[in-house]
């Protein structure tokens, strides 16, 4: 937690997180099927590129925080994949 760590480095006098329990909360998390974002993506939508991130987040599993903060110097090329979200076809083939 950062304001543990900002204690320990005596940035902050006192630890204002000590009393602080965080609890994991179970619960039944449901996801969108290839069929359901195959719909989704056919439906207009006012802004597309949010549309295209929000599709790009359900096949990459990244959050809203990281998509914002997401770079082209992030992504890693090891082969030649060609993926089409905004058509959302299945290539004929890939390079593994």
């Not at 602080?20 to 802004?47: A, M, Q």
């Not at 295209?52 to 992504?75: P, Q, Y």
């Given at each position: 937690?950062v304001?543990?760590k900002?204690?320990e ?11 602080i329990?965080?609890?994991k909360?179970?619960?039944?998390r449901?996801?969108l099927?290839?069929e359901?974002l195959?719909?989704l993506n ?14 790009f987040?359900c096949?990459?599993?990244l ?15 090891k ?9 959302m076809?299945?290539?004929k083939?890939t390079?593994?």
């Amino acid at each position: 937690m950062v304001i543990k760590k900002a204690f320990e480095d005596d940035i902050l006098k006192h630890n204002y997180a000590a009393n602080i329990v965080i609890k994991k909360i179970e619960g039944n998390r449901e996801y969108l099927n290839i069929e359901e974002l195959r719909k989704l993506n056919d439906l207009p939508y006012s802004n597309e590129n949010v549309k295209s991130t929000f599709i790009f987040s359900c096949f990459t599993g990244l959050l809203l925080g990281d998509l914002i903060n997401l770079e082209f110097k992030d992504f890693r090329m090891k082969a030649v994949i060609c993926i089409w979200f905004s058509t959302m076809k299945k290539p004929k083939s890939t390079i593994n």
